[in-house]
């Protein structure tokens, strides 16, 4: 059962191998909101994300037990490091089920923790399917990563450590994929603090729990597409949906643009890297998708850190063009001496920045004598790019943005 008592003894349990994580005031995020907001720094938790306190609980329930049969997970990110650290730390066995496709560096990574990877599915529902069959073939105990009260007591040890330090907090934001972090959270809040606000955010890319908890049954996605893939969750669990439709206030859900930007804010504003999981809560803030009593106390769990560096880039790029400070354009021009230079000419007499360019005078879909140029161009903001696009029309440049 998924009560105080079960959180509070995770709570006991976990700091054997989890960081009490900081949490910080956040004084630009909260002049740029209305609220007094801090951050709850599980991407500085050990294995980078809260999910180690889940799979700790859980696992050391087991070892308690006598059971030392050993573990099996399936997942391509952070439970899979979580439930290998802790397998490790208990000295037992640990099958992690990742989907072929997964990053050459995740696997690597769960393989240094001392786990057996076995790489199977094009995507994570196949390797679940086959992880469930691999744990009862083998005789050893399937650890899920949210659909376990287990797992969900662990998780929300994270609101004790909150609510020990800021005691009078008004909200807590949590993000929202199967739902097993936000559920342990809420029933430990509400327990300590009944009046509390628990909030949501979920990825528009991955919306089933948000449809889910709307509707007030289970809704399951059809796909999913987000680069928030901590909380690519497809088909939603009854199991969590209980919880949530009666312990948390409100789930909305943010775009991929929002989310880059809040990793990009993150990263410049708080000197903190947090993956696209771990930033949904401050993108619903920056992109006012909350409408809370001014000067409320808002905490946001940053509930990892763990990018893929190879996506880190894309990311980053989002990032700058929803925040303004990135303009792409295709501008046709006529094939002759001096076109190009009256061109960006136009541009640095507004102040741009070209930090990349493009020359193209052989494509099909050119008229006879057109050339396209492709530029990327650095600038300072919605009115600087305004005052670019009305440049460019003036100069009589034919262009079109890309986003």
């Given at each position: 059962?998924?009560?105080?008592?079960?959180?509070?003894?995770?709570?006991?349990?976990?700091?054997?191998?989890?960081?009490?994580?900081?949490?910080?005031?956040?004084?630009?995020?909260?002049d740029?909101?209305?609220?007094?907001?801090?951050?709850?720094?599980?991407?500085?938790?050990?294995?980078?994300?809260?999910?180690?306190?889940?799979?700790?609980n859980?696992?050391?329930?087991?070892?308690?037990?006598?059971?030392?049969?050993?573990?099996?997970?399936?997942s391509?990110?952070?439970?899979?490091?979580?439930?290998?650290?802790?397998?490790?730390?208990?000295g037992?066995d640990?099958?992690?089920?990742?989907?072929?496709?997964?990053?050459?560096?995740?696997?690597?990574?769960?393989?240094?923790l001392?786990?057996?990877?076995?790489?199977?599915?094009?995507?994570?529902?196949?390797?679940?399917?086959?992880?469930?069959?691999?744990?009862?073939?083998?005789?050893?105990?399937?650890?899920?990563?949210?659909?376990?009260?287990?797992?969900?007591?662990?998780q929300?040890?994270?609101?004790?450590?909150?609510?020990?330090?800021i005691?009078?907090?008004?909200?807590?934001?949590?993000p929202?994929?199967?739902?097993?972090?936000?559920?342990?959270?809420?029933?430990?809040?509400?327990?300590?603090?009944?009046?509390?606000?628990?909030?949501?955010?979920?990825?528009?890319?991955?919306?089933?729990?948000?449809?889910?908890?709307?509707?007030g049954t289970?809704?399951?996605?059809?796909?999913?597409?987000?680069?928030?893939?901590?909380?690519?969750?497809?088909?939603?669990?009854?199991?969590?949906?209980?919880?949530?439709?009666?312990?948390?206030d409100?789930?909305?859900?943010?775009?991929?643009?929002?989310?880059?930007?809040?990793?990009?804010?993150?990263?410049?504003?708080?000197?903190l890297?947090?993956?696209?999981?771990?930033?949904?809560?401050?993108?619903?803030?920056?992109?006012?998708?909350?409408?809370?009593?001014?000067?409320?106390?808002?905490?946001?769990?940053?509930?990892?850190?763990?990018?893929?560096?190879t996506?880190?880039?894309?990311?980053?790029?989002?990032?700058?063009?929803?925040?303004?400070?990135?303009?792409?354009?295709?501008?046709?021009?006529?094939?002759?001496?001096?076109?190009?230079?009256?061109?960006?000419?136009?541009?640095?007499?507004?102040?741009?920045?070209?930090?990349?360019?493009?020359?193209?005078?052989?494509?099909?879909?050119?008229?006879f004598?057109?050339a396209?140029?492709?530029?990327?161009?650095?600038?300072?903001?919605?009115?600087?790019?305004?005052?670019?696009?009305?440049?460019?029309?003036?100069?009589?440049?034919s262009?079109?943005?890309?986003?």
């Open positions: 059962m998924l009560d105080l008592e079960a959180v509070e003894q995770a709570h006991k349990r976990v700091p054997e191998v989890t960081h009490r994580t900081p949490i910080s005031y956040a004084p630009i995020l909260s740029k909101c209305g609220y007094e907001v801090y951050l709850k720094k599980e991407n500085l938790q050990r294995t980078g994300a809260f999910k180690l306190r889940g799979a700790f859980k696992i050391a329930i087991l070892v308690e037990g006598g059971d030392k049969k050993g573990v099996v997970a399936a391509a990110g952070n439970h899979a490091q979580g439930v290998a650290f802790s397998a490790k730390h208990f037992i640990a099958t992690i089920v990742m989907p072929d496709s997964t990053p050459l560096t995740k696997v690597v990574g769960v393989s240094e001392g786990a057996e990877v076995i790489l199977h599915g094009a995507n994570y529902d196949e390797a679940y399917a086959h992880a469930i069959a691999y744990s009862k073939e083998k005789d050893k105990r399937f650890v899920h990563p949210f659909e376990d009260e287990k797992v969900m007591a662990g929300g040890t994270v609101a004790i450590e909150m609510l020990e330090e005691p009078d907090l008004d909200v807590i934001i949590a929202v994929g199967g739902g097993g972090l936000i559920s342990g959270i809420a029933v430990a809040a509400k327990a300590i603090k009944p009046d509390i606000r628990i909030i949501g955010i979920a990825s528009a890319g991955a919306p089933a729990m948000k449809h889910s908890y709307d509707a289970p809704i399951d996605s059809r796909s999913v597409r987000t680069i928030a893939d901590g909380i690519a969750v497809r088909d939603t669990s009854p199991v969590t949906l209980s919880y949530l439709r009666k312990y948390v409100q789930l909305e859900l943010v775009g991929e643009g929002e989310i880059a930007n809040a990793i990009l804010f993150l990263l410049e504003k708080q000197k890297l947090v993956e696209g999981a771990g930033s949904v809560g401050v993108a619903a803030l920056l992109h006012d998708k909350l409408d809370l009593p001014k000067g409320s106390k808002v905490a946001v769990v940053l509930s990892g850190g763990n990018i893929d560096v996506m880190l880039s894309l990311i980053i790029e989002k990032g700058l063009v929803k925040s303004a400070r990135k303009m792409k354009l295709v501008v046709i021009l006529v094939d002759k001496p001096g076109s190009l230079q009256a061109f960006t000419q136009t541009l640095i007499n507004t102040g741009a920045n070209i930090v990349q360019i493009g020359y193209d005078r052989t494509s099909t879909d050119l008229e004598g057109d396209h140029v492709s530029v990327d161009i650095e600038t300072k903001g919605a009115e600087h790019q305004e005052e670019i696009r009305q440049a460019l029309r003036e100069g009589g440049f262009f079109k943005e890309e986003h």
